[in-house]
DNA sequence: TATGCACCCTGTAACAACTACAGGGTCAAG
DNA sequence: CTTGACCCTGTAGTTGTTACAGGGTGCATA
């Protein structure tokens, strides 16, 4: 298969596909009469997996890392748990800062509809504590 | 005070104000007969403006807005409601995505600790549905 | 007095993870 | 036989920093 259909078969840019060829994280593939990149199920396996793993936060270092452990597959579970441990603790505190971070501004928006900036306190609320109000 | 000073006083590091500075979010400061940067209290706050609205996920653009927003006390809110309502929708968007993805990965774990990478469930979920397991 | 050492300066390049060209080649259909 | 969709390489842009390289300044200490 093209590039082009690998790439939407996986909901890829065509041009990230040729960048993740470029970091090393797709092998070369063969290349046809006209030099176009021809793919086989082994690459769209690997494609796939990438953006499954890019879809659940991993970056593509982890993907890496991931990818090199599906080559060794006798060994321990132990540095997958670890890579997705260390991702799970990750999501965690994002989610308690967003959720800190959107009391705060849908108080901002609660006092914000009250009228103008001058009385606005998004502004305020954003100054440095212990600064003059 | 110095430039290390505010950067440290904000949690800032030193190369992020002098790119505040060269992308106009910060103004101009002074110079001492050592053409060292001179900041104020004004500095101050705007920076730790800057540097708190980051932490709420405001992009810079957005910082932008706000800053000039409150340089124009007089006008009306209704911008600065704009902004954060969609910045709202967002968070709440990126907390809906967080906590599915955590479930996700959670339940990779509880999977994952039965035993080696052959067994392990990561790289299998991961992998292209319909292909051979 | 010299000599560290911490701090400051400018300017440029790197980082992630793409995305967007520019400037060209290939190929099937109308 | 040309239009359009697709493909190629290579380079440069994006956002928000961070990291040098290669210097200058200022204070304390041996």
């Known amino acids: 298969m093209k590039i082009g259909e690998m790439a939407s078969a996986t909901a890829t840019n065509i041009e990230t596909v040729r960048h993740y060829e470029k970091i090393g994280l797709l092998p070369l593939p063969a290349r046809d009469a006209a030099n176009y990149r021809s793919y086989g199920q082994e690459h769209l396996a690997r494609l796939s997996f990438i953006r499954r793993a890019r879809d659940l936060g991993f970056t593509l270092d982890q993907v890496r ?62 100054a440095p504590a212990g600064l003059p109000r």
Do not use: N, P, Y
């Open 65 to 126: 890392e991931l990818l090199g452990l599906a080559d060794h597959r006798d060994q321990s579970c132990a540095a997958v748990d670890a890579i997705a441990t260390v991702h799970l603790t990750e999501i965690d505190r994002k989610i308690a800062d967003l959720q800190s971070l959107r009391g705060e501004l849908s108080r901002f928006l609660g006092d914000c509809r009250r009228g103008t900036v001058a009385d606005c306190l998004i502004i305020e609320t954003l």
